[in-house]
């Protein structure tokens, strides 16, 4: 198994430009979950989805969409990048409910908005 | 609200044993889990307490006291590469299950 997979690993953006990260996982988990970290920040929620056809809003989501149409991707999309959403960008998934609650991590996308 | 709190920095010597608490306050609780993070890493999963009382896996130990919305992360026979930042994470009771961080412990193991 791949386990979670993000792409792309580094991205640089001009302030305005559109992009879509993409989350993909082969573990058949039905939640999944985009968070963002900051320097000496903990990870903060900006969307979610219980399963396919399924989001909801995080603590952080403005400035982002996300769409939830297989069980297996779940992209998130800057709508129009500003440098407040320079980044690392984590995407999660697990078992919903989970079993011990353990969410399984993709490698991460460091955005950089210029 | 939601919040949680833990210590921002912890120096500890190889061999030794360290805690990290974490207090919490959330309007709904299902369970606190703990994550580690490397430099440059993807946080992966360390314990998980839904209930009161410790939870051991190997050298790491989890506690929670739910009464006084508290636990802790307790790390044994301490090895330079568990040099990490360590997050506590509430998940909420409900549908959504939707896990609130701490702002992380960096943890310093020196020889």
């Known amino acids: 198994n791949a386990g979670v997979t993000q792409t792309p690993k580094f991205q640089v953006l001009k302030t305005g430009q559109s992009m879509t990260l993409q989350c993909a996982q082969d573990?058949?988990?039905?939640?999944m979950s985009w968070y963002r970290q900051d320097p000496g920040m903990g990870l903060r929620l900006i969307h979610y989805?219980?399963?396919?056809?399924?989001?909801d809003q995080g603590e952080v989501p403005n400035g982002y969409n996300v769409s939830r149409s297989t069980t297996e991707d779940f992209p998130l999309r800057l709508l129009s990048a500003a440098p407040s959403q320079t980044s690392v960008y984590f995407c999660?998934?697990?078992?919903?409910?989970?079993?011990?609650?353990?969410?399984?991590f993709g490698p991460g996308t460091r955005l950089l908005v210029l | 609200g939601q919040s949680l709190e833990q210590p921002s920095e912890v120096t500890a010597v190889e061999g030794a044993i360290v805690q990290i608490n974490c207090t919490y306050q959330?309007?709904?609780?299902?369970?606190l889990s703990w994550y580690q993070q490397h430099d440059g890493g993807a946080p992966t999963f360390l314990s998980y307490?839904?209930l009161d009382g410790l939870e051991e896996t190997g050298r790491f130990s989890s506690f929670l006291s739910r009464s006084d919305s508290y636990g802790y992360l307790l790390l044994q026979e301490l090895q330079m590469k568990d040099s990490a930042s360590y997050f506590c994470?509430?998940?909420?009771?409900?549908?959504?299950?939707?896990?609130?961080w701490g702002l992380g412990t960096s943890l310093a193991v020196n020889p």
């Open positions: 959330t309007s709904g609780f299902y369970g």
């Open positions: 307490n839904a």
């Open positions: 573990m058949n988990h039905e939640y």
């Open positions: 989805s219980v399963g396919a056809g399924i989001t």
């Open positions: 994470a509430v998940s909420g009771a409900g549908n959504n299950r939707k896990l609130i």
């Open positions: 999660a998934s697990s078992h919903f409910p989970g079993h011990r609650e353990t969410q399984y």
